[in-house]
């Protein structure tokens, strides 16, 4: 590509005849090279706009790419995170279940010792009125001895 100092260093034989005005074509040629140097600036800042853009357009894409990433692992962490306060919460549950039942277990046990304690109490009872009776009827008996004798 010509640059605009390759235009304004151009050199044209000069022809005796039938030529060109010298003057009017270094007046072309030095509007020529104005316009062309504005455009050839502007191409370059375009083309220096473009590369920062590319790069940018980089940067932002590994951004992309680094939330993404990201995001997924956040995800399988909370899927984790869920997955065992499940279990947790299921065990909770099981250990509860596993107390409640030893203590429903004892508790019967207990309700079943006091059974035994307050049958043998009935008895020991039982005993004891039989005794007191045995002993009220030969009382009775004794003073009814006692009240013949008189």
């Known amino acids: 590509m010509l640059t605009p100092l390759d235009i304004e260093n151009k050199k044209f034989s000069k022809q005796m005849m039938n030529g060109y005005s010298v003057e009017e074509v270094d007046d072309f040629l030095d509007e020529l090279t104005a316009d062309y140097e504005k455009a050839y600036k502007e191409s370059n ?10 790069k940018d357009m ?9 939330l993404q990433s990201t995001l997924i692992m956040a ?5 984790e995170v869920k997955k065992v306060a499940r279990q947790q ?3 909770i549950v099981n250990d509860a279940k596993g107390n409640a039942q030893k203590t429903v277990d004892d508790l019967e046990q207990e309700i079943v010792i006091k059974r035994k304690e307050l049958e043998d109490v009935k008895k020991q009872f039982d005993i004891y009125k039989a005794k007191m009776e045995a002993l009220l009827i030969s009382q009775l008996e004794l003073l009814k001895d006692i009240n013949k004798d008189d």
Do not use: C, V
Not at 45 to 54: F, P
Not at 58 to 66: A, G, L, Q, R, V
Not at 75 to 79: G, I, K, L, R, V
């Open 45 to 54: 800042e375009s083309r220096a706009k473009i590369e920062q853009l590319t």
């Open 58 to 66: 980089e940067h932002y894409k590994n951004i992309e790419s680094t």
């Open 75 to 79: 995800q399988s962490t909370a899927e």
């Open 89 to 91: 919460a299921e065990q």
